[in-house]
């Protein structure tokens, strides 16, 4: 377990809608970052939060935005959904900048 | 743009033997290099890392060596066991444009055969 929590586990939805994905970090870390993997592809990074601010942006598609709050979790919220969003969502913490980062379970997306 | 590449899907291995893994990376603006392994379910555990000042770092079995004239880093694991059978991702970071960036490669898929 390392600490870092993601809900929900599974989510199912349709094109066109519009999800939030939620990720509370480990106990003391000011670092949330979020990725993405697709059916047999890497992890791709989208974007990271330090103590709440945008601190780095990846490969995160307009239709994507992502805060962190005052307590330091975090949420992901993907709009106008695609099939092609379907994938797996990961959130990892870690202590600082640019820390080794823990993972979260992942949500997996299915949007149909 | 798959900035670092695992090239090998899968590797099966006896057990006590030495697992190879491989990883070979495109941007020299890399700095730092990380594996993570990962059980199905679950998130990506991390493993061990290695700064690019350095060309070798070792934590117990595992054993990280970084090449950076031919951007290539392995994980070697010394002796393989059962357990250590899992999907391997190796990892690289650096200074962008737009913040520190991370890159992920594809994932090997470790057997250890008992």
């Known amino acids: 377990d390392s600490g870092v929590t993601q809900t929900p586990k599974h989510l199912i939805t349709a094109t066109g809608q519009r999800v939030t994905l939620r990720c509370s970090p480990r106990?003391?870390?000011?670092?949330v970052y979020w990725y993405q993997q697709s059916l047999d592809q890497g992890l791709q990074f989208l974007i990271q939060?330090?103590?709440?601010?945008?601190?780095a942006k990846g490969n995160i598609l307009e239709r994507f935005s992502a805060q962190q709050f005052p307590d330091l979790h975090s949420e992901l919220n993907l709009s106008s959904l695609e099939l092609g969003d379907s994938a797996l969502y990961f959130c990892?913490?870690?202590?600082?900048?640019?820390?080794?980062?823990?993972f979260g379970p992942g949500t997996r997306l299915t949007v149909l | 743009d798959q900035q670092v590449k695992q090239n090998s899907p899968s590797l099966s291995v006896q057990e006590g033997r030495i697992s190879i893994l491989n990883c070979d990376y495109t941007?020299?603006?890399?700095?730092?290099f990380l594996w993570y392994k990962k059980y199905p379910a679950e998130g990506p555990t991390f493993l061990i890392s290695?700064?690019?000042?350095?060309d070798k770092n070792e934590d117990g079995r595992f054993t990280v060596f970084l090449n950076k004239s031919a951007k290539h880093l392995s994980l070697h694991i010394v002796p393989s066991q059962p357990g250590d059978s899992a999907v391997y991702f190796c990892?690289?970071?650096?200074?962008?444009?737009?913040?520190?960036?991370?890159?992920f490669g594809t994932g090997t898929s470790l057997t250890v055969i008992p």
């Open positions: 990892a913490s870690s202590e600082g900048n640019t820390d080794t980062q823990y």
């Open positions: 290695i700064s690019s000042i350095k």
């Open positions: 941007n020299s603006m890399f700095d730092y």
């Open positions: 939060y330090y103590n709440g601010e945008e601190r």
């Open positions: 106990s003391g870390d000011l670092s």
């Open positions: 990892a690289a970071s650096g200074l962008g444009n737009t913040g520190n960036q991370f890159y």
